[in-house]
C-alpha cells in the first residue's frame, strides 16, 4: 500500500471519526476538519503534475484478491489526474462553502460530511483506478453515497423519491457496467484497463465486444445523464445546494464522461462507439437546453443545463473518436474534438459550480428558488449578482469568459466531423452543426434567463418570504475563486493547455502518441474572421431574439402533452410494474394449497414426460420380470378395489376403514415378498395409524362428519392421472434399464461371518447402516416430543394453559 | 397334491374375505362393521399360515401372533368407543 492509495482512502478514513469530531466539539462547526482533507488532497494531487506533463504515468498496486485478478491498481495519467485535481479541488470549496450554508445547530452534520467523505474516495477510486473491478465497486460507491446525499433530507417526501429514482436508474446502469467489464475481460483475459488495451486488436472483431460497448455505454449514460436516462437528475435537486454543487454538477455526473474518455482508446474504432456516443451527447445537448428554458426553479434550470452541457462534452469525446479512424493524421486535425471535450469540462465544473453555489444563496437568503417570484436583486446582492453573471455568460459561450472559448472549439469541432466524410457522414453529418447551434441558441437564452428573472426586472420583496440581504463572506468566497478562474482562464487559456489539457488527451488518444503525432493544444481567444465566430454572432443574436419575445413563445411548452414526457413514462413503469408483480402475485399465490398441489404436481408431470420423450429414455424390457402368481393378482384387485372406493366413499369413515384395508393388503404382500420383519412392523403401524386417523374423525366438527363425496373436478383427475401414468413409466423405464448388478450379495455373504447375526434385516439396520437408524430413532423422538408440545402448550387468548 | 389342497383352501378363505368385505363397507350399524374387521382379521391369520405352508418357511409365525394381538386389542378399542365415547379414560382424581 502506497501513499497513493492511501490519498485515495484518506477521506473514507476521515469519515470513520467525523461522528466523534461532532458530538465531543460541538463549537467548532464540523466541516472546518474536514475542510483539510481535500485540501491535502489537492496539495498531494499537484505534485504529479510534473511527471504527467512529462507523459509519464504512475502506477502503484495493492493487493487485494490476487487469486482472482483484483488488484486495487492506482493509476495516475494525464486524464486521470485531471479529474482528481477536480474533485478534490472543487471538492475543497464546496465543503468552505457547506461551512457557511448549513446551520451547525439545526442540520445533523456528522451525516452529511460521512456520505460527502464517502463520495469523494468513491470519485478518487474512479479515476485513479485501473482495476476494472475496483472501478466497479468505487463506480457503486458513487451511487450509494449520491443516493444517501440527495435524501439527506429524509422526512421530505421529493427528498426520497429523488433519492430513489436517482438509485434505480445509476444502480442500472452501474449493473450494465459489471456486464460490460465480465464480458471484455473475459475477451481480454485480464481485468487491467490498460492491459486490455495492450491486446484489444486481438480480440476487437469478436461479437461479444459490442456487446460489452454498449454495456458500457449504458453505464456511461445513467451516470452522466443523458438521454433518455437524464430524468433523475433534476429530482436530484433536493439535495442540499453544496451536494448539487459538487455531485450533480462538477464530478458524480462526469464519472460517465470519465468512462466514455478512459474505454475511448478500447472500444473507439468501433464506427456504432461514435454514431451513439456523438449522436446521443448532440440530443442530449438540445434536449436538455429545450427543456431548461421551461423551468421555472432556479435548480432545476441548472439541472436541465448540467444536462446539455454533459450532453456537449459527451458528443465531443464521440466526435473525438474519429480521430482514431484515420490512419496518419496530416495536421491532427480531428484531435480538436478531444481537446474541447477536456477543455469544456474543466470549463464546466468552475461555472456550473459557481452558478450553483450562487443559486443556494439566493435560496438561503431569499428563502426560495422560484424565480417567478425573484427579481431585482441586483443592488441588494451585488457581489452574487456578478459571480451569476460571469457564470451565465461563460455557460453561454460570451467571450471573453472560457465558456465561448471551448463553446468556439465545440463548433470547430463538429463542422470538421461534418465535413470529413467519415463512417457516411456526407448526409447526416449535417445535422450535427444544425442540432449544436439550435442547442446553443436554447443555452443562451435559459442563461440570460437566470440572471434577468433573479437580478433584474421587477423588485417583487412582498413574495419572498425572508427579507433579502448579501450573503456572509465566507459563502461567497467559493463561488468567487470559480468565477475568478472563468476569467483567468478566459484570458489566458494556454494557463492550462500543457499542464492539464494535453496529458488528459494523450490519454484519451494513446493511439495518436503511438503513432508519432502530437496533439497541439493552442487555445486563441480571438482567432481570426471564421465560420465558428460567425455562428457565435448568430447564436447571440437569435438568442437575444428569442429571449426578448420569451414570453410570447413561452406558452407552447405547455402544448407538449403530459404523456409524452419521460419522467411521466418512468412514473408509469414503477406503477405498472408493480401493478404487474401484484396482480401475477394474486393470481399464481392463492393462498389455497391445492393450487400449489396442482402447481408442484403439474410441473413434475410436465418435467418427467418431456425428459422421458425427448431424452428417449423409455425402455421395457420383459427379461427381468418374474413369473405372476394368481395369489398376487388377487391382492392387486383388493388393493386396487380398496384403494378407488377411497376417493369414492361417502363418509370419511368408510374412507379410513378403507385405507386400514390398503395398509393391512400392503402386509399381506409383505408376507408374500417374503419379507417377516416389513409384515410386522407394517401391521402395527397401521393400526396405530388407523386408531390416529379414528381419533381424528371423532374429534372433528360436526358440519365436517357430514356425509358427502369428494366433488369431481376434471383438471385433479388428469393431473393425478398423468402423475400415475409417470411414475409408472419411470419405474418400468428403470427397472428395464439396470447399469450395475445388485450389493446384496456382499450382505448375504457376510451377515454371520462380520456381524454375528441370523436375520439380515435387522443386521442391515443396526450393523452394516445403523447410521441411519440412528436419526430415524431421532425423527420418532422429535415426532412425540412435538406432539407433547403442540398437545401442552397451547395459547388460548394468550394465556398458557 | 397337499399344494392344489392348500391353493382351494386359499380361495376359500379369500371367497370368505370378500363377504366380509362387503359387510364392511354396507354395514348397516358400526358394530357390523367392526365384527366383520375383527373376522377379516382372523382370516388374515390363516391366509398367513396357509402362505408359509406354501412358502415352506416358519418366519410368518410371529406375524399371526400379532395380527391375532391387534385384532383382539382393535376390536376392544372399538367397543368401548362404541359404548363410552373414548377409549382412553380421565383419571377422576386429577
Request: proline share 4%; hydrophobic share 55%; charged share 15%.
Amino acid at each position: 500500500m502506497s501513499l497513493l492509495h492511501f490519498a485515495i482512502l484518506l477521506p473514507l478514513v476521515v469519515s470513520l471519526f467525523i461522528p466523534l469530531l461532532y458530538k465531543k466539539i460541538r463549537s467548532v462547526h464540523t466541516g472546518w476538519f474536514v475542510l483539510l482533507v481535500p485540501l491535502i488532497l489537492v496539495a498531494y494531487f499537484s505534485q504529479f503534475l510534473s511527471q504527467t506533463m512529462a507523459g509519464k504515468t504512475v502506477v502503484a498496486t495493492m493487493k487485494w484478491i490476487p487469486s482472482l485478478d483484483i488488484n486495487f491498481t492506482a493509476y495516475v495519467d494525464g486524464l486521470g489526474l485531471l479529474f482528481a485535481l477536480l474533485i478534490t479541488g472543487i471538492g475543497s470549496l464546496v465543503v468552505l462553502y457547506s461551512i457557511y450554508y448549513l446551520d451547525a445547530k439545526k442540520e445533523a452534520l456528522h451525516n452529511f460530511y460521512v456520505y460527502l467523505l464517502l463520495f469523494m474516495t468513491a470519485m478518487l477510486g474512479i479515476v485513479l483506478s485501473d482495476n476494472m473491478i475496483v472501478m466497479y465497486l468505487f463506480w457503486e460507491l458513487t451511487s450509494i453515497s449520491s443516493f444517501l446525499l440527495i435524501g439527506y433530507w429524509y422526512e421530505r417526501e421529493r427528498s426520497r423519491y429523488g433519492a430513489q429514482k436517482s438509485m434505480l436508474i445509476t444502480v442500472f446502469g452501474g449493473l450494465s457496467m459489471l456486464g460490460g467489464i465480465s464480458l471484455l475481460s473475459l475477451l481480454s483475459g485480464s481485468f487491467s484497463i490498460r492491459e486490455s488495451l495492450a491486446t484489444v486488436g486481438t480480440y476487437s472483431s469478436d461479437p461479444l465486444f459490442t456487446v460489452s460497448l454498449v454495456l458500457f455505454l449504458l453505464a456511461a449514460f445513467t451516470k452522466s445523464a443523458q438521454f433518455p436516462f437524464h430524468i433523475w437528475l433534476p429530482d436530484a435537486m433536493e439535495a442540499p445546494t453544496p451536494v448539487s454543487a459538487y455531485l450533480h454538477s462538477a464530478t458524480m455526473v462526469k464519472a460517465g464522461l470519465y468512462l466514455v474518455a478512459r474505454m475511448s482508446p478500447i472500444f473507439a474504432e468501433t464506427p456504432l462507439w461514435f454514431y451513439l456516443v456523438s449522436s446521443v451527447g448532440m440530443f442530449t445537448l438540445f434536449w436538455g437546453s429545450l427543456n431548461a428554458v421551461k423551468q421555472v426553479d432556479l435548480k432545476a434550470i441548472l439541472a436541465y443545463s448540467t444536462i446539455s452541457q454533459l450532453g456537449l462534452i459527451m458528443s465531443l469525446l464521440g466526435l473525438g473518436a474519429a480521430a482514431l479512424q484515420v490512419e496518419i493524421l496530416p495536421d491532427s486535425l480531428y484531435t480538436v474534438a478531444t481537446v474541447a471535450a477536456v477543455f469544456h469540462l474543466i470549463n464546466h465544473a468552475t461555472f456550473k459550480g459557481s452558478l450553483f453555489m450562487m443559486a443556494g444563496i439566493v435560496d438561503h437568503e431569499t428563502g426560495t428558488r422560484d424565480i417567478r417570484k425573484l427579481g431585482g436583486l441586483s443592488q441588494l446582492m451585488p457581489v452574487t449578482f456578478t459571480i451569476a453573471t460571469i457564470g451565465a455568460l461563460s455557460m453561454a459561450g460570451v467571450p471573453p469568459f472560457n465558456g465561448f472559448l471551448s463553446k468556439e472549439m465545440f463548433l470547430t469541432g463538429v463542422l470538421e466531423v461534418s465535413e470529413s466524410g467519415l463512417f457516411h457522414l456526407d448526409t447526416f453529418g449535417l445535422l450535427f452543426p444544425f442540432v449544436a447551434v439550435i442547442g446553443s441558441i436554447f443555452t443562451f437564452v435559459y442563461s440570460i434567463l437566470i440572471v434577468y428573472r433573479t437580478f433584474l426586472g421587477p423588485r417583487q420583496l412582498d413574495k419572498l418570504p425572508k427579507k433579502p440581504h448579501e450573503a456572509p463572506i465566507g459563502m461567497l468566497i467559493p463561488p468567487l475563486v470559480l468565477v475568478s478562474l472563468v476569467i483567468l482562464i478566459g484570458l489566458f487559456p494556454n494557463l492550462l493547455s500543457n499542464t492539464l489539457i494535453r496529458p488528459a488527451a494523450e490519454a484519451i488518444l494513446p493511439k495518436v502518441i503511438a503513432n508519432g503525432g502530437t496533439i497541439p493544444v493552442e487555445i486563441k481567444l480571438w482567432h481570426g474572421f471564421n465560420l465558428e465566430l460567425f455562428l457565435t454572432v448568430l447564436i447571440i443574436s437569435v438568442g437575444t431574439f428569442l429571449f426578448l419575445t420569451l414570453p410570447k413563445w413561452r406558452s407552447l411548452y405547455h402544448r407538449m402533452p403530459k404523456q409524452v414526457s419521460l419522467n411521466h413514462q418512468y412514473d408509469a413503469l414503477l406503477r405498472r410494474g408493480e401493478r404487474t408483480s401484484t396482480a401475477i402475485h394474486d393470481t399464481v399465490m392463492t393462498g389455497y394449497m391445492r393450487s400449489y398441489l396442482v402447481y408442484i404436481f403439474g410441473f413434475i408431470v410436465v418435467l418427467v414426460l418431456s425428459s422421458l420423450y425427448f431424452l428417449d429414455a423409455f425402455r421395457f424390457d420383459v427379461n427381468p420380470l418374474s413369473t405372476v402368481h394368481t395369489y398376487e393378482v388377487v391382492l392387486v384387485l383388493v388393493l386396487v378395489g380398496s384403494a378407488l372406493s377411497i376417493t369414492f366413499a361417502r363418509s370419511r369413515l368408510t374412507s379410513i376403514i378403507l385405507l386400514g384395508v390398503v395398509g393391512y393388503t400392503v402386509a399381506l404382500f409383505f408376507v408374500l415378498f417374503r419379507a417377516p420383519d416389513l409384515a410386522l412392523t407394517q401391521l402395527v403401524i397401521e393400526t396405530v395409524s388407523v386408531a390416529l386417523f379414528l381419533l381424528v374423525f371423532y374429534h372433528m366438527p360436526e358440519i365436517s362428519r357430514k356425509e358427502e363425496r369428494i366433488k369431481f373436478k376434471l383438471g385433479n383427475a388428469a393431473i393425478s392421472a398423468l402423475v400415475g401414468l409417470s411414475v409408472t413409466l419411470v419405474a418400468l423405464a428403470s427397472l428395464s434399464q439396470r447399469s450395475f448388478a445388485s450389493i446384496a450379495q456382499y450382505y448375504i455373504d457376510n451377515v454371520a461371518d462380520l456381524a454375528a447375526g441370523g436375520n439380515m434385516v435387522n443386521v442391515i439396520l443396526v450393523d452394516f447402516r445403523g447410521f441411519d437408524t440412528l436419526f430415524e430413532i431421532s425423527v420418532l423422538a422429535i415426532a412425540g416430543l412435538g406432539i407433547y408440545a403442540m398437545i401442552n402448550f397451547r395459547k388460548t387468548g394468550g394465556i398458557d394453559k | 397334491m397337499l399344494e392344489m389342497l392348500l391353493f382351494i383352501a386359499l380361495g376359500g378363505v379369500f371367497l370368505s374375505m370378500l363377504g366380509l368385505f362387503y359387510r364392511v363397507i354396507k354395514g348397516p350399524s358400526v358394530a357390523d362393521r367392526v365384527i366383520a374387521l375383527d373376522s377379516i382379521g382372523i382370516s388374515l391369520i390363516s391366509v398367513v399360515g396357509l402362505v408359509s405352508i406354501i412358502l415352506r418357511t416358519s418366519d410368518y409365525l410371529e406375524v399371526i401372533l400379532l395380527i391375532g394381538i391387534l385384532a383382539f386389542i382393535g376390536t376392544v378399542a372399538f367397543s368401548k368407543f362404541i359404548e363410552k365415547g373414548e377409549i382412553i379414560e380421565r383419571d377422576r382424581n386429577q
